[in-house]
Each structure stands twice: as structure tokens, then as C-alpha cells.
């Protein structure tokens, strides 16, 4: 699968792209390159997309070239074509026209590249597109699937300079205070994406997960946030949607006390939902994403949100669960010593805690019908740390029924699995009885970035560690090569003795954690 590449030398992730053989000599190269510029592999996966829409946009109108299409454009089509990238482009001037002064300028700079007319013959000014306005008109009529003939690429030129004139009028009138209605939309025909039939949002939704088929989970919180935009916006098609729609949902939510960052997820959600359907043509041609760029500021988590369990809190929490039954005695201990999520271990059966190569695991897979892991992950046997086994943990894992689920009093949710529910039971517990405030620990994740650390500082190997966690390191490609540690729990095992107890327990003389109770 295509994915972001670093530079070799700026270590900037980057698209590549191969041209076709056929269309090298019309690019002109053998390969398209695009910075992401960023070095974060979660900003460059999130801005993947988008970038090698672009290029692949290249390749299509090289592809209109080769074949020799030339098409003759009406100049009503032309006019309809500009007044879609007009109207999509007029509401950002609204958001933020700048200062008079500036848009003032800007204005006699459109104007400058008019040619002067022979006043004393009463003729006007008028535009005369040079090659570099040749250019820029081609490469838009392109960009809508279109490869003009010389006299269309004149008349769109002449089209894209009254656009941005009209623009620049827009702008100082804004700018001077003026936000009643624009006289230049009357000026354009009807929208051509109007005119071109496009899915409602709950088809689009549908077509989607019938093609990607992600996890509940996942479905739920796209099916939420389109079911916040078609509210706020009021209607139902998906080709209407611009960004006036995007920052009206993103305004009803603030004003509803939602927090920046849970906006910017369902931005996210949504964001990537469009441009899906951009790049599988269920969307009208020229279309954009309305998303793009229209995240929340401070929306983004901050890695300081999720802090590890200390020490301290760490035997809080365990000699706590000693005095409860069912999950609650088992599962913060089962969370403790494996680092895995919290799906993964709520939604075990009995029979994933079993022996494999002479060693006690917990078997992480998706075989089970209606088992799924995170986007991505790999299945992995974990084994079972000394100190879990010489607590009981065993003897309760065999007490249930081989084919029934680990932790039954935690009852599945509607999409089948028991996180949500141990989430919510887990948290009001940590608070309350427990006495955990921290709001930057949580009674799950909190426990992986522990074990993360303990990892690190325990001589860990990376592998081993990265096969623990269920991580996919980026980094080593032949971490996926072999069996590896994730299939070797008699090897990992050796590694696992190598991590600290954060509180004594009968029958275990493995490493305590040298600072318990800090």
C-alpha cells in the first residue's frame, strides 16, 4: 500500500509517485514528488491523501494530453466553471477580508494587469493574457477534466481575471464593513455541481463502509459526526456541502460546550470521508474538500493528556482490586502486566489464556467472529508475567467456561464488544473508590504507557517490546519478516521476566520496582 516516504537527506516525509512510460514525455520526468513537509508520521499520513490526489490529478490531465482531446468550451461552460471556484472561494474573504488598506492594494494590483486602452478612440482597458495567464488558465481547465483548444484557454484566462477582480472587489467591500449580499454571484450561471447528480451523506456513508468495512467503533463515531452536519446544516446532499457548512457545524458545536478537540476529531472523521469520495468520483468534478484546513486551533491531543501509572498509583490501584470480584479484581492486574488495550483484554475469552511452546499466554487474535484489532495491528501471544500467575490469575482464567468470555459481568455494548463498558466502570472506579484524580491517567491507557516505559528502562529489546505493545515499527521493515517475537512466546517470556512488580506478591522473586510507593 502507497504510503509517505522520507526525503533521504531532510528526512521531510514526501508522495512519490511513478509516471507511466507512456506519459513521460508529457511530464517530462519519471517520477512526481510532493513534500508533505513534515517530519510527524501522523501529520504526513494525515495530509497523505490530499498530496497524492494532486499528483494523480497530474497524471489525468498528462493522460487528456497523450490521447489529444482538445475540446472547444462554450463560454457559458466557462463562466459556470468560474463561478463554482468563485462561490467556493467567497466565503474565506468573508471569514477574514484583512485590512482596507490591504485589500485596496490588492485590488490595483488586479487592475495593473490590464493593458490601457487609446483613450482619445474611447477605448477601455482590457486584458490580455500573457504566458504565464495561458498557463494558469490550462492548467485549471485541466484540473476539471478538460483539454482546451487555443481560443478556450484565451477566453477562460480572460473568465479567471474578472474572478479575481470580483474577488478583490468582495474583499474591500468586506474589508470596509460592507457583508451584504455580493453582487458578483448574479453575474455566473447556475453551478454546474448543482446540475451534476451527487450521493446524499447517508449514502455516501454507506458506499464508504461498504468498501472500507471498518470497525463498529469506528462507523459509530463517523456516523455521529455526520449526523451533527446534516443537522446543523440542513440538508442532505453531499456535493452541496462547502465550507460555509463546515464552519457552521464547527460554531454550533463550540457553542454547545464541546471541546476543541472532540470537534477537531469529527472534522477529522468527515475530512477524510470527502476526500474518499473525491478520489473515487462520487463527487462532482472541480468538486474540494470542504474540510481541508478547517480544524479547530488547539485541537490537536497533546501527548501530555495520557501520563503512565507511577509507581505510587500503581500499587493503589492493584492492592485495591485485591478486595473486589470478577473484573474488577482481575482486569487491572491483567492490564498491569501485558500492556495491551483495553478491547483486547475485555474482550478476551477464557480460552485465549492458554500455553503455547511450554509458556502461559494471552492470545491476541481476530479469528473469533466478531473479533477485531486496531487498524493495522498484528495478532501476537503475550505471554503471562510471573507476578500475574503467582497472583491467581490463572486459577480465575480457569474457572470460567472454555468457550465463554473472560470477564462476563462486563456486558457487551451495542457493537457487540465490552470496552465501552469497562471503560465507564473502570474510570468511576479509579475516581472514586480508588482515589485516583489525575484526569491525565486513565484506568486503561494509562497502564500501556507504563508498561512502555517499564520497557525501555528494563533493557527490554525493542522488538520484543514492540511485539509486547503491538506496535509496527516504521523504522525496521524486517521486524515483519519471520516468525518474529510475536509468534516466539518462549523467547519473549525471557524478556517479560526482565520487567518489575510494582508490588510484592507470595510466591514471586522477580524485580520489585525499585521506587514503589513514590
Partial sequence: MPRPQKHPKSKVYRVRVVVPPALRATIGRSELFLSLNTKDPREAARRYPAALSSLQARLDAARLVVRGEVVSVPDDRLAALVGDLYRSAGPDIDAQPGAYAAADLHRDTVLDELTPGDADDGEAPEFIPNERRMAEARQVLLGFGLLPDDDTTTRMAGHLWSYRYRLAMRRLGRARGDFGPDPADALYPPSLKAAQPSLTMDRLLEVHQAERAEKPKTFDKRRSALAHLKRVVGYNDAGRLDKAGVRALKEDRAAGGVKPATIGADIAMLRSLWGWALRNGHLPDGASNPFEGMS???????????????????????????????FLRWLPWLLAFTG????????????????QSGVWILDIHDRAEGRTLKDGQPVRMVPLHPALLAEGFLAYAQSRPHTGPLFPDLKPGRNGNRSAMATKKLGRWL????????????????????MKDLLRFSGVREEAADAMLGHNNPVNAGANYGRGWRGRPDQLIKEVYKIPSPIPVDGYTGPLTSEAGE
Fill in 296 to 326: 479547530p486551533q488547539g485541537s490537536k491531543r497533546h501527548t501530555t493528556e495520557r501520563q503512565p501509572f507511577s509507581d505510587a498509583d500503581a500499587e493503589i490501584i492493584l492492592t485495591a482490586a485485591r478486595s473486589e470480584a470478577g
Fill in 340 to 355: 495491551c488495550r483495553l478491547e483486547e483484554a475485555s474482550g478476551a475469552a477464557a480460552a485465549d489464556i492458554r500455553q
Fill in 431 to 450: 475516581r472514586g473508590k480508588v482515589g485516583i484524580k489525575d484526569k491525565n491517567k486513565v484506568a486503561a491507557h494509562s497502564w500501556r504507557h507504563r
